[in-house]
């Protein structure tokens, strides 16, 4: 028997879409594979830079990540990122002094409310009790190097660094 030509038109048209919808989840493993071979990396601007330390507090922690500094053209400050973790055990007001250099000294104290609406804003002040590290008043998110955010289950503050 002889296909009309339409029909295989057809066929190989219904085969073509099933092999495109597929051949991402199949070659997926390689793609990964392929780009983690290269080194690719989310920028620290983004991503906050390297975990430095993690400081336990009274049922949460504080993660201390290494300072960030811009590249090339980049225009925001240096700074250096803190994480609380887990939201969920923060205090409804948080007032930490946070020793960032490790040289067993406070660095900085870091001051803001815990809203149970995770899309309430937040707002952050933080004093300088060293001079390498820049006060800053209800500071929002307005900068890449001064801000305060939530982020799934952790609120991170970014504190800007004064060159010092």
Do not use: C
């Not at 057809?10 to 051949?23: F, K, R, S």
């Not at 660095?107 to 820049?134: C, E, G, H, I």
Request: zero cysteines; charged letters at 25%; hydrophobic letters at 40%.
């Amino acid at each position: 028997m002889k296909w009309p030509t339409s029909k295989l038109g057809y066929t190989a048209a219904g085969m073509t879409v099933v092999v495109a919808m597929l051949v991402p989840f199949l070659l997926f493993g390689l793609f990964t594979k392929g780009f983690t071979k290269l080194g690719l990396r989310v920028d620290e601007m983004y991503s906050g830079g390297p975990t430095v330390r993690t400081i336990q507090a009274d049922g949460y922690t504080v993660t201390i990540h290494k300072a960030v500094y811009p590249h090339l053209l980049q225009t925001e400050k240096p700074f250096v990122q803190l994480d609380w973790k887990p939201v969920n055990a923060l205090p409804q007001h948080v007032s930490d002094a946070v020793d960032v250099d490790g040289d067993g000294q406070p660095d900085v104290r870091v001051s803001f409310d815990v809203p149970k609406d995770p899309k309430t804003p937040l707002r952050v002040d933080v004093d300088a009790l060293n001079p390498r590290y820049q006060a800053m008043r209800n500071v929002g998110k307005q900068k890449f190097s001064e801000l305060i955010v939530r982020v799934d289950d952790a609120i991170l503050v970014r504190v800007p660094l004064t060159g010092r």
